[in-house]
């Protein structure tokens, strides 16, 4: 079968074939149906992250079930499903209780789960080591269903332990609008009464924020206008919430600049910036936190809002053979919401 690999730091991925997985005991075969490309893919690839070459890309993953191994209850063949993406032990308290992305035992496990480490979904068939990181779709379509597996959980899972700062009368300010922060929109606009600012250098994607729920856009690109325009509208109070699904050093001095007191600072984005955390540096109150990824049960949360019409991914769909192009494009900003790799 056909796989997009991760030859090492610094190399070109490359389209191989590799034998097709055979599921052993307790393990899942899926039948990809589309794998979503994540800006993080680019700084596992250009970063010394620790990850070894010789693994298939793709942490957001869904298609259909094509074969159970051994002992596999409670699915059949063809079944439509998403793959939940940081694999942890399945034992310890944060993954009894469905928090994987934050199991204890992370660091023994060898990588951090599909694509990230172990083989993930871009390739016609991925093995999934366990039945419980699987979520059903229902009538979910998995081409359109894949993204939700990072770029909708991680904002969620990100705005939903800071819902009860999120009344009425505050204001949250999303910066970058690209995969994550297209849904961090449709969620915040679901789950919340609070006032959205929608933060990007790219205007198409200030025009796409807009379209999914953002009250106001600001193009970011000039980060002393951006901080006039944003305090000018949330005022003194300063935004109760700035979610930084980029993490660049611009990005950390806008948001910086904007919050108010007793507010959340979050970092999702990967961009490598920087703020001094002290006394001072920060409003009063202002708690800074980088919450990684998501749980299981909130993928399944996450999958009924999108079965529901309630949020929905953007998506572009790729020939998988045109792995390295979509990265390029990822790279040059040119993906409005998600592309997704078809096999
Ligand atoms: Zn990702
Ligand atoms: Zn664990």
Redesign the pocket.
């Known amino acids: 079968m056909k796989a997009v690999r991760f030859n090492g730091v610094g190399k070109p991925v490359s389209i191989d074939d590799i034998p097709k997985p055979t599921p052993g005991p307790g393990q899942v075969l899926v039948r990809i149906g589309g794998a979503g490309v994540c800006h993080s893919d680019l700084h596992v690839m250009e970063e010394e992250l620790g990850f070894q070459a010789g693994f298939t890309l793709g942490h957001e993953n869904a298609g259909w079930i094509a074969e159970l191994g051994e002992g596999v209850q409670g699915f059949r063949e063809g079944d439509p499903v998403a793959v939940y993406g940081p694999w942890?032990?399945?034992?310890?308290h944060?993954?009894q209780l469905s928090m994987?992305n934050y199991?204890?035992?992370?660091d023994s496990l060898g990588a951090a789960g599909g694509g990230l480490g172990f083989d993930g979904g871009m390739a016609d068939y991925m093995l999934v080591p366990a039945a419980r990181l699987l979520v059903p779709l229902g009538t979910l379509d998995p081409r359109v269903a894949a993204p939700l597996s990072d770029a909708a959980l991680t904002p969620y899972h990100a705005i939903k332990r800071v819902l009860p700062l999120l009344t009425g009368d505050t204001t949250v300010v999303v910066l970058g609008i690209g995969g994550l922060g297209h849904m961090a929109v449709q969620l915040l606009r679901v789950l919340s009464t609070a006032r959205i600012i929608a933060g990007d250098v790219d205007d198409a994607k200030l025009a796409h924020a807009r379209q999914r729920g953002a009250d106001h856009t600001i193009n970011t690109r000039d980060i002393e206008a951006a901080t006039t325009a944003i305090r000018d509208i949330v005022g003194p109070r300063g935004a109760v919430l700035v979610l930084d699904c980029v993490g660049i050093q611009p990005t950390f001095d806008l948001g910086a600049r904007v919050l108010g007191r007793d507010s959340r600072w979050t970092i999702v984005g990967l961009g490598g910036g920087h703020h001094d955390f002290r006394f001072g540096s920060t409003p009063y109150g202002c708690e800074m936190c980088t919450p990684y990824w998501g749980g299981r049960a909130e993928l399944m949360e996450v999958i009924a809002m999108a079965r529901d019409g309630r949020i929905k991914a953007e998506t572009t769909e790729f020939p998988l053979e045109q792995a390295a192009q979509v990265y390029e494009k990822l790279k040059a900003g040119k993906i409005v919401g998600r592309a997704v790799l078809i096999p």
Not at 103 to 106: M, V
């Open positions: 942890g032990c399945g034992h310890c944060a993954c994987e199991c204890e035992n992370a």
